[in-house]
């Protein structure tokens, strides 16, 4: 039987918190965030997302506006190689990211 947590699912965002680093997959995908305020407050003030209009949407009391949000170029394109890493270039990010504390 495999060791568990071998098979637990390596978050691509170290450092962020777990509710940030859904928001970023969930932005990372096109999808809006989902979130708290203070959780979009934190990766806007990161300079991970941008706020880039609203979008419009309709329910029975009537229309609303939302924040749309996105990744900036490079760090979407971070974002991308983080998810393809490997388990043992993960770690060695972690390392190098913990070094620089």
Same mark, same amino acid.
């Given at each position: *039987?495999?060791?568990? +947590?071998? @098979? ?8 962020? @918190? ?7 997959? !969930?932005?990372? $995908?096109?999808?809006?965030?989902? $979130?708290?305020? +203070? @959780?979009?407050?934190?990766? &806007?003030?990161?300079? &991970?997302?941008?706020?880039?209009? @609203? ?5 029975? &009391?009537? /229309?609303?506006?939302?924040? !749309?949000?996105? *990744? %900036?170029? %490079?760090?979407?394109?971070?974002? $991308? =190689?983080?998810? =393809?890493?490997?388990? !043992? /270039?993960?770690?060695?990010? /972690? !390392?190098? &990211?913990?070094?620089?504390?």
């Amino acid at each position: *039987m495999p060791n568990a +947590k071998a @098979t637990e699912r390596r978050p691509p965002h170290p450092g962020r @918190t777990s509710a940030q680093r859904r928001a970023l997959d !969930a932005i990372g $995908c096109g999808e809006p965030p989902r $979130c708290s305020a +203070k @959780t979009v407050a934190a990766l &806007l003030d990161a300079g &991970l997302i941008v706020e880039v209009g @609203t979008e419009v949407r309709r329910d029975a &009391l009537g /229309e609303y506006r939302i924040p !749309a949000y996105e *990744m %900036p170029t %490079p760090v979407h394109i971070a974002w $991308c =190689a983080a998810v =393809a890493m490997s388990d !043992a /270039e993960m770690a060695a990010l /972690e !390392a190098d &990211l913990e070094g620089l504390r």
